[in-house]
């Protein structure tokens, strides 16, 4: 295991005071989505199907799909958000725009503020269903 030991000179106090704030934590994140909904989501409807009734375990193999189709170039994030995703952002081919803390769902906001720039998360649950998330900013 590595550890970051700061450069000397450094003022550990005006450091240790930075971290604790988390200064160096974006403020704000750009994503994209794909939102797969399933029976049990919040709002079990969307633009595609007016009542869902994928199990959420369907809803996961979709998602995992989707990205197991991307990481091989079979098709692009965009493509699918806007023929698959059930959020109204299949649109803008996904894309949300920038948002701050507080802003998602809890699990969708951790997942994205813990993505680098290009990075696909993992499966994602939240209220709304099952997401895939790329974060773009």
């Given at each position: 295991m590595s550890i970051w030991t700061p450069p000397e000179g450094t003022d550990k106090d005006a450091l240790d005071l930075y971290l604790s704030k988390n200064?160096?934590?974006?403020?704000?994140?750009?994503?994209r989505h794909i939102l797969v909904k399933h029976r049990d989501s919040r709002r079990p409807s969307s633009w595609k199907e007016q009542n869902i009734t994928l199990t959420k375990e369907e809803a996961v193999e979709l998602i995992k799909g989707y990205k197991a189709q991307i990481e091989s170039g079979e098709a692009s994030f965009e493509e699918i958000a806007s023929k698959h995703s059930d959020c109204s952002s299949h649109s803008k081919n996904g894309d949300l725009g920038y948002f701050g803390p507080g802003e998602m769902q809890p699990s969708f906001e951790k997942a994205a503020f813990g993505l680098q720039v290009g990075e696909l998360s993992d499966v994602v649950e939240s209220d709304s269903g099952i997401h895939l998330i790329e974060r773009t900013g």
């Open positions: 200064l160096h934590k974006p403020k704000k994140v750009a994503a």
